[in-house]
């Protein structure tokens, strides 16, 4: 069965830096593209990063670009989020998200199939 988990959520000050992980099983992740969201209050869903299966390319929103690093280890079929220079307007419940038959990056949350428990994020003073 299919499973995305999440972990590496917390609270963190303004400047700061977490790791979010993303551990599959039931699948091998680096055939397929793996997505992060967020979810705040009160707010839609929305992507913030992207990497494809096929060539490990990356897509980011000018939102978090220059902040924020997805990458995966084959390995221990996770895919990581890291997330520095964290802003308030970051706190959310984060999730990574996949689908198995589309091979693009999407921020189109429509397009994912499985989805992850969330983990949150709170960055405050």
């Known amino acids: 069965q299919l499973q995305l988990v999440e972990s590496g959520g917390g609270l963190v000050q303004p400047g700061g830096s977490l790791r979010l992980s993303c551990a599959a099983s039931g699948f091998t992740l680096d055939r397929y593209t793996i997505s992060w969201f967020r979810q705040a209050p009160g707010k839609e869903r929305e992507a913030v990063s992207c990497i494809r299966g096929s060539d490990s390319s990356t897509a980011y929103p000018d939102s978090v670009k220059g902040r924020f690093t997805i990458s995966r280890d084959n390995a221990k079929n996770t895919v990581y989020l890291q997330m520095n220079s964290l802003k308030p307007e970051d706190t959310a419940v984060y999730y990574c998200?996949?689908?198995?038959?589309?091979?693009?990056?999407?921020?189109?949350?429509?397009?994912?199939?499985?989805w992850g428990q969330g983990t949150q994020v709170s960055v405050s003073t």
């Open positions: 998200a996949t689908t198995l038959t589309f091979s693009g990056c999407s921020f189109y949350s429509r397009r994912y199939d499985y």
